[in-house]
């Protein structure tokens, strides 16, 4: 029975040992000194240090827990990894706590042998103990370091392939033959897609000048979303369309209507909004075009402090209604529209996709001056504009606005004579706007020193030489490129 007895013990210290050399090769005792501060003499390694000051190994917590403390936090550490999704990133996160939470050293008799790190244990359990608890800090600590660091470093790695191969004017140009030859596009078209794309690719790009493409048909099956896939897709890298819903944000996220949303603008190249452009953007108006224009976003964490984070607001948005049942203003340069008529050549999604290819990573710049560039390119027409040409029209089809003015005495004739002529029952103010900017587009806005009178005679000319010709569109107007006329 001694003999027995004698075995046992040499085999559990036996054991311990080897438990012990096992523990030693994965212990990384330089973290360990460094987080606790310890001082190293002359001639010893770190692992001498901790057999100095500990002795035991079986002290030391979880490896994940020492690298995370020794970066300084779960945040400092989420940015040191390589996840490839927030989502990812979350869940390791919440891992790592949960281990700090149910460990039996940070929690036992051996609690104070590393303070630093049984510090990192009490704020895990702490964190536990609220509403949402562990899950809930994992997402938030990921949302911080996803979109402030990571999201951009795997954004760049899988664009800077993308974009490896000097881009060659030739194959740019043959790709223009196909865009125009299966979907129809214009040289105008090809020019405004040529400088969405360059803008995505441009170092410190002035968001002043940024671009956003509507597509839009009234019919289904005109490729209109495809097509949107397919650049967005090379615009972020992607080799193929298949995780171009990634790219798919709303409106409501980019504006960020729920304070703790993060838009998608900040973890990519370009971003496509399918249908998400609202009719009535009466009151928001001024709001979207803000956004439209910055590169930025406020960052609202629970129960921390705001932060900025950068964002890239280049937005290819798709729909079935004209631009200009969105768009208030008069004129936009925000965005270029382009029209699809008929439904293209019927091609499979990746010939659609190499297409694209081709044109995004051999697009170059067509103008080294990006303000005479941005400036080229034609604006839309707004709402206020549809409803100017609307009354202009009317003045040249209704025989009784121009009696009311050929009748009417003296040399000058004021807007409310002719607005009540124009318009049946009370006017709203959007009514009377529109028909003051329908006589400043007919005879010019009248000098201050006239208080808004117009010269009935001037009126009569314009209206007899409407009725000559057709209907009034904006696009047989000048077009006015003037600096007055920029979102800035």
């Not at 690298?67 to 927030?86: F, I, M, N, P």
């Not at 938030?140 to 899988?158: S, T, V």
């Not at 509507?214 to 289904?220: D, G, I, M, R």
């Not at 009248?446 to 208080?451: I, K, S």
Request: net charge neutral; hydrophobic share 35%; glycine share 4%.
């Amino acid at each position: 029975m001694l003999t027995i007895s004698i075995i046992g013990v040499k085999c559990q210290k036996y054991l311990k040992l080897k438990l012990s050399k096992i523990m030693k090769k994965n212990i990384d005792f330089e973290k360990l000194g460094e987080i606790m501060d310890w001082e190293r003499f002359d001639g010893e390694t770190w692992e001498d240090v901790f057999m100095r000051e500990v002795g035991d190994t079986t002290a030391v917590p979880d490896n994940l827990i020492i690298d995370v403390v020794h970066a300084g936090g779960l945040e400092k550490w989420a940015r040191l990894q390589k996840h490839t999704s927030v989502e990812d990133l979350a869940e390791d996160i919440s891992r790592i706590m949960r281990k700090a939470i149910n460990s039996s050293i940070l929690t036992g008799k051996k609690k104070d042998t590393f303070p630093a790190i049984r510090n990192f244990s009490v704020y895990c359990n702490r964190v536990n103990c609220k509403d949402g608890g562990v899950d809930n800090e994992a997402q938030r600590i990921a949302n911080a370091a996803w979109y402030g660091a990571l999201a951009q470093m795997h954004l760049k790695e899988r664009t800077d392939k993308m974009f490896a191969n000097k881009p060659d004017d030739v194959r740019f140009n043959e790709a223009v033959k196909k865009v125009k030859s299966v979907w129809g596009f214009s040289d105008n078209d090809i020019d405004a897609l040529r400088y969405f794309v360059c803008q995505t690719r441009h170092e410190g790009h002035n968001p002043s000048m940024n671009k956003s493409i509507y597509l839009w048909a009234e019919e289904k099956q005109t490729g209109k979303t495809t097509i949107a896939r397919a650049i967005v897709s090379v615009l972020n890298g992607e080799e193929n369309m298949d995780n171009a819903g990634k790219y798919e944000s709303t409106l409501a996220k980019e504006m960020q209507y729920n304070e703790h949303d993060i838009p998608l603008a900040a973890s990519c190249n370009a971003v496509i909004l399918d249908e998400s452009m609202p009719k009535d953007t009466s009151k928001a108006y001024g709001q979207i075009k803000q956004m439209l224009t910055s590169n930025s976003c406020q960052y609202n964490q629970k129960f921390k402090d705001v932060r900025t984070i950068s964002a890239k607001r280049f937005y290819f948005c798709t729909s079935n209604e004209d631009i200009a049942d969105f768009v208030q203003d008069k004129k936009e340069r925000r965005f270029y529209a382009i029209h699809l008529n008929n439904q293209p050549v019927q091609l499979s999604f990746d010939e659609i996709y190499k297409i694209w290819k081709e044109f995004c990573v051999n697009a170059t710049p067509r103008m080294d001056d990006w303000q005479a560039w941005y400036n080229t390119i034609d604006h839309v027409n707004g709402l206020a504009s549809e409803e100017i040409n609307y009354h202009i029209n009317r003045f040249r089809d209704d025989p009784m606005i121009l009696q009311v003015i050929n009748s009417a005495e003296g040399t000058y004739i004021t807007p409310p004579v002719i607005i009540k002529a124009a318009i049946e029952g009370k006017p709203s103010l959007k009514e009377k706007k529109a028909v003051v900017g329908a006589l400043d587009k007919l005879v010019g806005k009248p000098p201050e020193t006239r208080r808004s009178k117009y010269k009935r005679k001037d009126l009569i000319n314009a209206i007899l030489e409407l009725k000559k010709g057709d209907a009034f569109d904006e696009d047989d107007d000048e077009k006015d490129n003037s600096m007055n006329d920029l979102p800035f």
